[in-house]
């Protein structure tokens, strides 16, 4: 298998322009995540799914994101419109349904796409 | 929610074991301890877990407290690619598939 597919590597755009990140997950995850990454607050969770469904978006920043799984073998995670405290490095991730007992399922990050906003 | 305590970074000798700490002091029973790293440029990578007994794999070795407020990463044999931040994570019980990194301990290595 090719891993988590993530495109672009990197985005160069100018500040209130849509940016559009997008993911292929590991053929048959069950969960999908989007982690955002700065020098300043680490990597932080924004959002996961499960079986294409939202399961916690507390992690979202404000209405400016939003985030689709609309099938199994792709997300996307939009920015409308973006600001330059959105610059950083996203990164999705996917995992199996853990058995029972079996703590979370390992994570499969993909490569990041390094935004940045001028 | 449960967290975790590491050092900000530790240094090691090339083909030397490391020892990488975590304190999860309150910690509750059915919290996994995970284990992941994250080389330079690249997105993190699994690397172990475990509950309560200790764990080997092909990468490391996990040795657990007995009261589990404590487990530590073992590398028997550090090298150059090893170089990473390392993060002890916990799956949070009822919230199993949701993992959330903390800042992590830094390895560097030298020769």
């Known amino acids: 298998d090719a891993g988590v597919i993530q495109s672009p590597r990197h985005e160069v755009t100018e500040m209130g322009q849509e940016v559009t990140l997008r993911c292929k997950p590991i053929?048959?995850?069950?969960?999908l995540f989007w982690y955002r990454q700065t020098m300043m607050r680490g990597l932080e969770l924004l959002i996961y799914?499960?079986?294409?469904?939202?399961?916690?978006d507390s992690g979202m920043p404000e209405d400016r994101f939003s985030a689709k799984m609309p099938n199994a073998s792709f997300s996307t995670l939009k920015i409308q419109p973006s600001e330059p405290r959105d610059s950083a490095v996203y990164f999705c991730?996917?995992?199996?349904?853990?058995?029972?007992?079996?703590?979370?399922?390992?994570?499969?990050f993909g490569e990041g796409s390094r935004l940045t906003v001028l | 929610d449960a967290k975790t305590t590491q050092p900000n970074s530790m240094e090691s000798n090339e083909e030397e074991p490391v020892h990488l700490p975590c304190n999860h002091s309150?910690?509750?029973?059915?919290?996994?301890i995970h284990w992941y790293r994250q080389l330079p440029s690249q997105g993190p990578e699994y690397v172990i877990h475990?509950?309560?007994s200790n764990v080997n794999n092909r990468m490391a070795s996990l040795a657990i407290a007995e009261d589990r407020k404590s487990s530590t990463l073992i590398l028997h044999r550090a090298t150059l690619r090893d170089a990473a931040v390392y993060y002890c994570?916990?799956?949070?019980?009822?919230?199993?598939?949701?993992?959330?990194f903390g800042t992590g301990t830094r390895l560097q290595v030298t020769l």
């Open positions: 053929s048959g995850h069950d969960y």
């Open positions: 991730a996917s995992s199996f349904r853990p058995g029972a007992g079996q703590g979370a399922g390992e994570l499969f």
């Open positions: 994570i916990l799956s949070l019980t009822g919230t199993a598939s949701k993992l959330t």
């Open positions: 309150t910690i509750s029973g059915t919290d996994y």
């Open positions: 475990g509950l309560t």
């Open positions: 799914f499960n079986n294409n469904v939202p399961i916690d």
